[in-house]
Each structure stands twice: as structure tokens, then as C-alpha cells.
């Protein structure tokens, strides 16, 4: 108890203590009705937890286990884990999985290197550095839906990408027509939203490095990239992580583009998990196998959460 | 200002140095601008001309060759968009209304009572509410439908009132506000309902409006969401609505644009106001 009391308020900490102690005299009627405003304070949230997370996550979990037939006449019949097995029997769902795998290998490093790069660049003291740093953060105000279709035309193969890319002495590229490199086109909309929103935050971890440690560098008489790696990262992991985790927890929901913009195509080459599971709901009309692709894309989210939650966690004890 | 042989071409050094780094700076910063002009620009010139500046690259791809508002007319007079805004609007305002309620609710109860459990009661919430709800809002949707919640604002508002990160925040800053607050006010004979929602919550304009915007934004970019309870136009968001003029008209750029900055005004000045609003509540912390 006394070693945790060394936190970075340790005065509310000890004002709080204090403040309770005389409580403890009248405690008796007084803690009773504590527990009863405790429970009914927080009933409201906990009747939304079961409703709205815990009854439709074991709803699909039951859901994956049964087999219903077309038609829904005869009654849908357990089934084990046959979903699942028929799924990854099926190499067009494997192939979704590890696409989803491969795409959070890619954009998640890629975003959050360039918010790292521009969080260090826009922390420098240059001219109205503000501006610049203003201007990377528009694209967060656009709703997705909203940068999708204008990607969507910007990637057209009559688009101005292509006209720039032309002027510039290339040749015009099939973007999100080609299978190879529809995903690249997602990707490359999906990070003019993502970097400059994981950059706030990135921002603001680095302007909690005390400045006698760029100080202390330049004594030493450390150079730009040595100070980058010996002293800004080090100091910046905790953000760093939390980024990470919290920029790979978004990505594998990621839905709004694939469905305006490619529909999974072409050739399957944009199907991400979130898309397939909607897909094979709606799409195919396979509640049971959707529910089974859900469970999926759940346990994988459940393991990210938990990562996250650890980190937010830590963020909170002080350095 | 002693001058050294060595400092002069020191400053020159660091001179060039931040020339550099300020033409990235400009450089990157305009290309993530960019976009966002060409949307603004294309959402006030006629539609036909988004498609012929297109390509080769000139600078009429930002430069209009007349300003019109035609496509804002189109999309809030002749489509269904200015409904689909009005929906959008009721959705967020009665999720803030209740979630906030909620949350504030929750994160009292958790940062002022000890109860055994406390904590765990606290990470599970959370973490289940930082699950996204992308996840689960397949099966979540076939539950609501056949619980009758389909083509229903309750069915679209419910699922945005909780929000984990909701309730973090004003957890966190509930447990700055010192108990002898809360003590004072109970000799004064408040009731614990009043304690948490005019002593608590007027100490906490900052944690509320973050809180309010989570839960506001949340609702006003949700699409999964809706597109799977909602068949009724009548009753459709305006992303939806947005997505649908996408697919319905070929190429009518100049109302998807128009739409896009609909859409991303709309926030903005309700951030604006909700600043206004609850900076005013907030009376300011410490203890003296």
C-alpha cells in the first residue's frame, strides 16, 4: 500500500484517503446504501453490456454451431463444429484469412511509420508549423463514406491520380480494377484518414519528452538519426504500442470501402474478413457459416482489446 | 554576442536544415489537403465538370469555372438526403442524451463507491465495450430484428449509447474531484442522484463534451449499423443516404461531394456548439 502511493497525484491520492477515514466511523448504514446506488447507478450500463455485446456474441457463438437448411422449413440442426471445419476446408475462406492477415501486416506498420515520420516533423520548430499540421489532420473531419467515393473517383482510371501520374512521366494504372491493386487503392484511402488521426496521437506522447534529454543528446553530441532511436523511441513506446494495437483493432472491421468501392472484387482480391462474414450473411443467405466467421473476427478482435487494455493501463502509472 | 569563427556557418547550417524541413512540412501537408479541396471545390461547380478536369492534370481540376450551388440543391431538395440528415440528427442527439446519462452514471458508481468487485466490474465493461462494434453487428442486427427493432429509431439509436471509452474517460475524471466535495454536499442532505448530476457532472464540462463527441461521432459515421436495420428509406442515416446517391446516379460527383461536405460540416459545428454548451456548465475544479 505504501510503495503505491508513490503515483503522479499522490496528493489527491492522499487527500482521498483522508477524506474517507472519518467515514469509516458511521460506516454501517451508510455502506449499505452505498451498494444499493453502487447497483443502481450502474445497472444501465450493465443491461446494455448483456443486451448489446454479451446476447449477440453467444448468439452467434450458438449460431455457428447449428446447420440450417434452405427454405427454413425444417428446423436448423446442431452441427458442432461442422461450420468451422467447412470453412477452413474452403480454400476461397483461407485465402480471406490470410489476406486479412497479409493487409494488417502492411498498413498497420505503414500508417503508423508515416504518423511517427510526421509527428517528429511537425514537433520541429519550423515556420507555422501548426498550418502544415492542421492540414494532415482535415482528411480525420471526412466521413468515410465520404472519402471512399471520392477516392473512389480519384482512382478511376480516368482519374486525377492518373493524370498526375501521367504528367509526372508514368504510365496510368488500373487501381481498384486490377486484382492486384485494388487492396493497394484501400489501403492508400484508408491511411489519408488513418495517419493523421494515429498522428495526434503520437503528438502529444512526444511532447511529453522533457526537453533536457534532446539537451542531454546534444551534449553528448548525438546526431539527429542516434537521438531518434536512442532517445524518441524509447521514450515514445508506450504510445507507440497503444497506436499500434488500437490502429490493428480498427483495420479488421475495416468495411466501408471494400463495400462502395470493390464489393470484395475484383477476384476476391479485396475480401477481408469483416467484408466476407457480411457477405455471406446478407450476401449468400448463410447465417450459420456468417455466424462462424464472426466468431473468428471476434476472438482475433478480443485478443487485440485485451492487448489495448493492458496498455491504457499502463499509460495511466506514472514513467 | 561573442562571436565565434564557428558560428556563423553553424546558423547557416541549421538554417538550410529547417528550409528542408519546412518544404516537407508544405509539401506533405498539401498533399493531404489535397483531396479535401478537390471535394470542396467539385461539391460547388456543375457536376459535368468534375468529370472533364479530371484528367490530363490541369489546374482547372481545382479551379472552378463557375461557382454554383446546384448540387447542394439537388441532394437536399430533390433526393431524400435532407430526411435522411433529419434522422441522423434525432439518432445522435438521443444517443448523447442517453449515453452520457449512462456513462456518467456507470463511471460514478465506479469511481466513488468501494464495492468488492469494483475493478473487474470496470474491465469488463470496458473491454466490452472496446470490442468494435463492427464485430458483432451482424448477429447483433439479426437479435433486433427479431426482437421487432428493425426499421426503428430505438433500434437505431440503441447499440451507440454505449461506449466504453465513454465511461473510461469520466471515470478518470470523476476520481479528481475530491471526496470532500461529495462529503459536504451529503451534510448539506444531498441525495446521491443529486450529487452525481449537479455536483459531478457540473465539474465536468471537459470529460463531458469528450465524452458527448465519442458518442456523437460515433453515431453520426455510422454505416454497418444502419445498413442492416434500416430497409425503410424513410428511416434511413444520412451515410447511407450518402452511399446510395453513390451507387443510384453513375457518376453524379457534384452531389456526392456535396454530400461528403454535408457530412463533414455537420460535426464540426456540433462539436463547436457542444463546446459552447458545456464549457458554460463547467464551473471549474480544486480544492481550495
Known sequence: MASSTVTSEPVVAKRRRAGRRPEAGRQRPGRRQELMWAAIFLSPAIVALVVLRVVPTVGAVVQSLYKAFPGGIIPATFHGLGNYESLFADPNFVSTIVRTLVFNAIINPFQIVLALLLAVLFTQKIPAVGVWRTLVFIPITVPIVGSSIAWGAALNPEGPVNALISALGGNPQPFLTSPDQALAGIIMLASWIGIGYWMLFLISGLQAIPEELYDAAKIDRAGPIRTFFSITIPMLKRPLLFVLVADTVANFVLFVPVQLLTQGGPQNSTTLLMFDAYRTTYGYGSRNLGAAEVVILTVIMIFFVLLQFRLLREERTPR | ?288
Open chain 2, 1 to 288: 554576442m561573442t562571436t565565434t569563427p564557428a558560428l556563423p556557418v553553424r546558423t547557416r547550417r541549421v538554417k538550410t536544415s529547417t528550409v528542408v524541413l519546412t518544404a516537407v512540412a508544405v509539401i506533405v501537408g498539401a498533399g493531404f489537403v489535397l483531396p479535401a479541396i478537390w471535394i470542396l471545390i467539385g461539391s460547388f461547380r456543375p457536376n459535368a465538370e468534375i468529370l472533364t478536369t479530371m484528367s490530363p492534370l490541369s489546374w482547372h481540376l481545382v479551379i472552378p469555372s463557375e461557382v454554383t450551388f446546384e448540387n447542394y440543391v439537388h441532394l437536399l431538395v430533390d433526393s431524400g438526403f435532407a430526411r435522411a440528415l433529419l434522422n441522423s440528427f434525432i439518432v445522435c442527439i438521443a444517443s448523447v442524451a442517453i449515453g452520457l446519462a449512462m456513462s456518467a452514471m456507470a463511471a460514478y458508481a465506479l469511481a466513488v463507491y468501494q464495492f468488492p468487485g469494483r475493478n473487474l466490474i470496470f474491465a469488463v465493461i470496458v473491454i466490452s465495450f472496446m470490442v468494435p462494434f463492427e464485430a458483432i453487428a451482424i448477429p447483433l442486427a439479426q437479435q433486433f430484428t427479431d426482437w421487432g427493432l428493425g426499421n426503428t429509431m430505438t433500434g437505431l439509436i440503441l447499440p451507440g449509447v454505449a461506449n466504453g471509452l465513454a465511461i473510461f474517460n469520466l471515470r478518470q475524471y470523476f476520481l479528481g474531484i475530491p471526496q470532500s466535495y461529495r462529503e459536504a454536499a451529503m451534510i448539506d442532505g444531498a441525495s446521491e442522484p443529486r450529487i452525481l448530476f449537479s455536483l459531478y457532472a457540473r465539474l465536468s464540462g471537459p470529460a463531458l463534451t469528450n465524452s458527448a463527441l465519442l458518442i456523437f461521432l460515433g453515431q453520426w459515421t455510422a454505416f454497418l449499423w444502419p445498413l442492416l436495420i434500416v430497409s425503410d428509406q424513410k428511416l434511413q442515416l444520412a451515410p447511407v443516404a450518402l452511399a446510395g446517391t453513390f451507387g443510384e446516379h453513375a457518376a453524379d460527383y457534384g452531389q456526392n461531394f456535396a454530400g461528403t461536405i454535408v457530412l463533414t460540416l455537420v460535426p464540426a459545428v456540433s462539436m463547436f456548439v457542444l463546446q459552447r454548451f458545456f464549457g458554460r456548465l463547467s464551473i471549474g475544479s480544486g480544492e481550495k
